[in-house]
């Protein structure tokens, strides 16, 4: 089945210490997004890639990247995390165009525990 | 601006009982609505969308919504509910961004907790 997939489900970083995580899609989707959700709150939207054409939210930390080397895969690397970085990762894709371009299919998601 | 509200932080309800979760939408331009539902460390699965057509939304584990743009309404209704429904509910809008990719504006959630 075509899919949205996120590596590691769980990661547990110290605090200050890089971490990167995983998003790779079967979907063939252009367009891929990153949201943080913390606990009992709406996903918030950190940014998204159009192609290779990245899209950064305006109240996104610096601390937060993102690379995209290829159609398949999306990375988020928070550079120095924090105790306030804590929280659940998704990653989510969607077409550009076509009746089905305003969905978003959402991966399992990422809890990232800071310590 | 385009926002969702969803003022039910918490629905608790008994087994095999109607449920029905609010939401409304404020937007000034053409918008398609979303329902996505959210188990314990899972990510978000759609249960069932509005884009355009009919106003009454059919979706997955007998789950419908009604689309009212007159009360710029998106509430979510099941007849008949089970333990297994347990779960977040998010509401959400979309809205094109940019003449090309489409965002998502989500709700503040609704935990429905069944209760046998």
């Known amino acids: 089945d075509a899919m949205v997939i996120q590596n590691p489900r769980y990661q547990v970083t110290q605090f200050g210490k890089p971490v990167t995580l995983s998003c790779s899609q079967t979907l063939n989707h252009n367009v891929m997004y990153w949201y943080q959700q913390k606990s009992s709150q709406a996903p918030k939207l950190l940014f998204h890639?159009?192609?290779?054409?990245?899209?950064n939210e305006a109240d996104t930390p610096d601390n937060f990247q993102s690379r995209r080397p290829n159609t398949s895969f999306c990375f988020l690397d928070i550079r120095s995390p924090g105790l306030g970085d804590a929280a659940m990762y998704l990653c989510?894709?969607?077409?550009?165009?076509?009746?089905?371009?305003?969905?978003?299919?959402f991966g399992p998601g990422t809890r990232l525990t800071v310590t | 601006a385009q926002s969702v509200t969803q003022l039910d932080s918490q629905v608790p309800v008994f087994e095999e009982a109607p449920v029905e979760l609010r939401c409304n939408y404020s937007?000034?331009?053409?918008?398609?609505l979303f329902w996505y539902v959210q188990y314990p460390n899972q990510g978000l699965q759609l249960l069932l969308k509005y884009l355009s057509g009919s106003t009454l939304v059919k979706g997955i584990n007998g789950f419908e919504a009604e689309f009212n743009k007159s009360q710029t309404s998106f509430h979510l209704r099941k007849p008949s509910v089970h333990i297994s429904d347990t779960a977040e509910y998010f509401c959400a809008v979309s809205y094109l961004y940019g003449g090309a990719t489409n965002k998502l504006i989500f709700g503040t959630g609704t935990l429905l907790a069944v209760q046998p």
């Open positions: 890639y159009y192609d290779k054409d990245f899209n």
């Open positions: 937007s000034s331009v053409s918008v398609y």
């Open positions: 989510a894709t969607s077409r550009l165009f076509g009746p089905t371009s305003y969905e978003q299919y």
